[in-house]
């Protein structure tokens, strides 16, 4: 390496140091940001699963009782009905009473 070469080593170097630092930074940001809107998302999608849950389990504890009940009963005719109503089609197995889970 000759004084030329150090000297322009020496007068850039800094600039392209400066480049370098400001574009690690700019990485590191942009993937803090994913990662929030990563985890977020995973977060809303737990809470949907939980619900869904909460959900079956209602569904399932109403269908154990709807062959004992006949409003529970005449409940999911009706809702069978509403599915039907607005989806064109009667629902082939939704809202059919099922056993619960043991």
Partial sequence: MNEKTFQAIVKYGSVVLAICLILNVW????HVEVYRDATRTAL??????????IFQGLLQEFAARAASDPQIAEIFKEAQAM??????APPAQANQPTEPMR
Avoid at 44 to 53: D, Y
Avoid at 83 to 88: H, K, L, P, Y
């Fill in 27 to 30: 990485v590191v940001m942009r």
């Fill in 44 to 53: 809303q999608l737990q809470q949907l699963v939980t619900q869904q849950q």
């Fill in 83 to 88: 599915g039907g109503a607005t989806t064109g």
